[in-house]
């Protein structure tokens, strides 16, 4: 019987405090006045979210592992865990008003992005693979539920009914995997499951299903036909969460299970050219696929939901480059995703400010003539826009260096031209709301903005700011990337 | 004698799990999956694991289909309203992968020679191995973690559920 410590205590901190956040939420919730706005509500998820915040910084250190070897506290998952938290704080403090207006903003909204963001931070810091699917369970099932939120309006359960259903397929598909990888080796942790030798045919079987699974969550071709209906019909606040949050949080777990597990290191090595065949054809499908779909779209969030499975696209480029590697490729990947979930949340925040009484401002069209009437929202929209297409001087420039720069030193030149290639298309796409904006006169009433709407001005300037600072100076978190993937070995 | 067993188990096992898939009325699926669990039970029994075995009844044959089996009897669904059979050519598809993905499975375990014996004799067992005593002791041991999210999941898995049926917001 092992015994447990201190050292176990403070490993629960991370996603401990959003839980206890969302505990406390439902308590206070029936106690609150009714009608009145739910700001308690926000102001207590987001000091769980800060003591989250905080305890990163004190775990951040050398690689330990706690109960049992099920959880790794080391710098990759911390590193996540940053930028998911920071999704969740953002997303909780800054969607009252809107979740006010689209009539969601109860008790249950609130905790439901609390307990999603404890799953994704479990998900990040898993070493085992019981872990991870309960973590891939604890945020899918959370996020299925937020997707549907605004039950009256069709399109949001239609939405939440397709990710509901394809999400559970792809976790009979992770379940199934693990189940063959565990019969193959007879251990569910990670670093184990590297130093097996086993029957190599059943471990590749499984992680055959495993990747599948995976590509399900995190939105790549050919697995990727949930995306546009369920981001468009989802709330805007919701997406946007959805959109930083899933991504990374599914990016730490199919990096740490390939790299830790299935990597160059592993006793059968055979089994990373497996996945490395299959995760070079999803990156190319998703790229192409996820570029061209979108050039066509007249809906922002539709666009963007193409625009996200052309980014993890990107991210794949960046895991193949690192093959398994704990070196460039994997850390640009890692840089990718954290810099990715920045980029692509700040759009949706926009889209829930302009929004009014539940109906999404979601039109490129209606983006006309915003550039004079909201000034400060245009340019915020125009740097995430410029970020996701990958122009300097923001992360989106520095995160696609990178991945196309390991890509090509590993040797994968076809795949770093397709790369290139669908960057430059994808410009068309993103400039033209920009243009839209500031060329065009407006053809309907703009919003204006309201006093309660200074949360998610506030939130907006930080995420652009991010965006900035991550783009300007990089090397700090470029490090704090391979220091995360190094510590993996 | 455990051979037969197993031949048994297993006919019982693949005949009502296509039982489930193919029969129209609901009910007659329902049905079959407790037989399909009935069988499972069984296999699990030979694999020496008789707490998951009896689990398998208790829980899913027990109270999980009773619970579908109200809510199929609650929907009660008329012969037109379950439809006509349609997309003949998307079964054959759903079929053909179906044979694909069981092949990917089956080849590699039938390529193994060692296949039976990978999980040692049964003496290389710890002592008591299966018992609800020894996974008491895995459950708030070793997987006491898992064991503990698994709460936090049920936690989020209730508010979703209350969220999407409640009247008001």
């Known amino acids: ?489 | 004698m455990t051979d037969l067993l197993f031949l048994l188990a297993s006919a019982v096992c693949l005949v009502s799990a296509l039982a489930v898939v193919t029969r129209k009325n609901p009910i007659y699926s329902a049905l079959s999956l407790v037989s399909f669990f009935g069988g499972l039970a069984v296999l699990f029994l030979l694999l020496r694991a008789p707490f998951v075995a009896a689990m398998q009844l208790i829980v899913y044959a027990g109270a999980i289909l009773v619970l579908f089996l109200f809510v199929i009897m609650l929907l009660s669904l008329k012969e037109e309203e379950l439809g006509k059979e349609k997309g003949g050519r998307f079964k054959l598809f759903a079929a053909g992968l179906a044979v694909v993905l069981a092949l990917l499975v089956i080849l590699p375990v039938l390529g193994s020679e060692t296949a039976r014996d990978d999980f040692g004799p049964e003496s290389a067992l710890a002592p008591r191995f299966g018992s609800a005593e020894h996974v008491g002791m895995g459950l708030f041991g070793n997987f006491a973690l898992a064991f503990e999210s698994t709460s936090i999941l049920i936690l989020a898995a209730m508010m979703g559920a209350v969220v999407i049926a409640k009247k008001r917001v």
């Not at chain 1, 009608?35 to 915040?53: E, H, I, T």
């Not at chain 1, 009437?373 to 929209?381: C, E, N, Q, V």
């Open chain 1, 1 to 489: 019987m092992p015994t447990f410590g201190t050292a176990e205590l403070l490993s629960l901190l991370p996603f401990g405090c959003p839980l206890l956040g969302a505990l406390v939420v439902l308590l206070m919730d029936p106690f609150l006045v009714k009608d009145r706005p739910k700001l308690p509500l926000a102001y207590v998820g987001l000091a769980s979210m800060l003591c989250a915040w905080a305890s990163l910084g004190f775990l951040w250190g050398d690689r330990t592992v706690a109960w049992s070897g099920a959880l790794a506290i080391d710098r990759f998952g911390l590193f996540l865990s940053f930028a998911i938290i920071t999704v969740g704080a953002l997303t909780v403090f800054a969607t009252t008003e809107y979740a006010r207006q689209a009539g969601i903003d109860c008790g249950e909204y609130y905790a439901l992005l609390l307990t999603a963001t404890s799953g994704m931070v479990l998900l990040a810091m898993a070493n085992d693979l019981l872990l991870v699917f309960l973590g891939i369970e604890v945020m899918s099932i959370s996020v299925y539920a937020l997707a549907g939120i605004t039950r009256t309006r069709q399109r949001s359960i239609e939405a939440a009914m397709k990710y509901f259903l394809l999400g559970a397929f792809a976790t009979a598909f992770v379940l199934y995997g693990i189940a063959l990888i565990y019969g193959a080796t007879g251990e569910i942790r990670l670093d184990r499951i590297a130093h097996h030798m086993a029957n190599t045919s059943l471990l590749a079987a499984g992680l055959t299903f495993l990747v599948i699974g995976f590509g399900f969550k995190v939105g790549a071709a050919p697995f990727h036909m949930w995306t546009p209906d369920a981001y468009e019909g989802a709330p805007a606040s919701v997406t946007g969460f959805m959109a930083a949050g899933v991504k990374a949080a599914g990016f730490a777990a199919f990096l740490r299970v390939l790299v830790v597990a299935f990597g160059a290191g592993a006793s059968s090595p055979e089994v990373s050219v497996v996945w490395t065949d299959l995760l070079w054809l999803a990156s190319a499908g998703s790229m192409l696929l996820g570029n061209l779909a979108a050039l066509a779209q007249t809906n922002l969030k539709r666009m963007l939901a193409w625009s996200s499975v052309a980014h993890t696209g990107y991210a794949l480029l960046g895991i193949v480059a690192g093959e398994g590697r704990v070196g460039a490729g994997s850390a640009a990947a890692l840089f990718y995703v954290f810099g990715y979930s920045f980029m692509t949340l700040g759009p949706f925040l926009v889209i829930a400010l302009l929004s009014r009484n539940g109906e999404d401002f979601e039109t490129i069209d209606d983006l006309a003539g915003l550039g004079q009437r909201r000034p400060l929202a245009a340019g915020a929209l125009s740097l995430f826009l410029l970020s996701l297409a990958g122009l300097p001087p923001t992360v989106g420039f520095v995160g696609k260096l990178y991945v196309f720069r390991s890509a090509f030193d590993g040797g994968w030149i076809y795949l770093t031209v397709l790369g290139v290639v669908t960057t430059l298309l994808s410009v068309y796409y993103y400039l033209r709301p920009i243009v839209l904006m500031y060329m065009r006169d407006a053809r309907r009433e703009l919003p204006v903005a309201v006093p309660a709407d200074w949360t998610t001005h506030f939130a907006i300037g930080l995420t652009a700011a991010a965006v900035l600072l991550l783009g300007l100076t990089p090397s700090g978190y470029l490090d704090a990337a391979l220091a995360g993937v190094l510590s993996l070995r």
